[in-house]
């Protein structure tokens, strides 16, 4: 029988000089296209969150992807982690480093105030810094991480070390 991890691999692309020179892009469109393995890793998310979480921050553009429906698996509201300019009404920023820039993405004032808990999920950990400012945002906006998952970690850039105060869990790493 295949593992998740495995199974996630084998449907992950890789895509050279993405989107800059030097910069080998992990695509995981061809695991969205592909509905039986995408239904298991997203119940392999779920088995492994349900109980412990009040709410599913997704990190766009692939943590929605994939946190719409965990949020959904789990019953429990998704919330999104937007580029900066992207959501009406209050909301709290966090500027971070990309391994090829900076940016800066926000959630509403108070997204967590009723949903404390908050499973913090994206595509690829690479450098950490996305998921860092998704981790400073949540508890920015009153929730507390009560993990980070992501389907692919890239172990040679060392992003786990940013969020050693985080639970982390990655489904592969290369």
């Known amino acids: 029988m295949t593992s998740t991890g495995e199974l996630l691999l084998e449907h992950t692309r890789d ?11 992990k695509d995981l469109t061809p695991l969205f296209a592909a509905p039986k393995a ?6 392999d998310v779920a088995d492994r969150y ?8 997704g990190v766009e553009a692939r943590g929605f992807i994939i946190g719409g429906p965990v949020a959904l698996a789990l019953g429990v509201p998704f919330v999104p982690v937007r580029k900066a300019g992207k959501l009406p009404g209050d909301t709290v920023q966090q500027t971070y480093d990309l391994e090829y820039g900076t940016a800066t993405i926000e959630v509403h004032t108070g997204a967590f105030a009723a949903h404390r ?3 913090v999920l994206d595509d690829v950990l690479a450098t950490g810094g996305t998921a860092a400012a998704a981790c400073a945002l949540v508890e920015r ?3 507390e991480v009560a993990g980070i998952e992501m389907l692919l970690e890239l172990t040679f850039l060392g992003g786990r070390e940013l969020l050693s105060s985080y639970d982390v ?3 592969a790493a290369v």
């Open 50 to 57: 349900r109980g412990r979480v009040d709410a599913v921050a």
């Open 15 to 25: 895509v050279p000089d993405f989107p800059q020179p030097g910069v080998l892009f």
């Open 117 to 119: 808990r908050a499973l």
């Open 141 to 143: 906006a009153g929730g």
């Open 38 to 43: 995408f239904a298991t890793v997203v119940a």
């Open 169 to 171: 869990h990655a489904i």
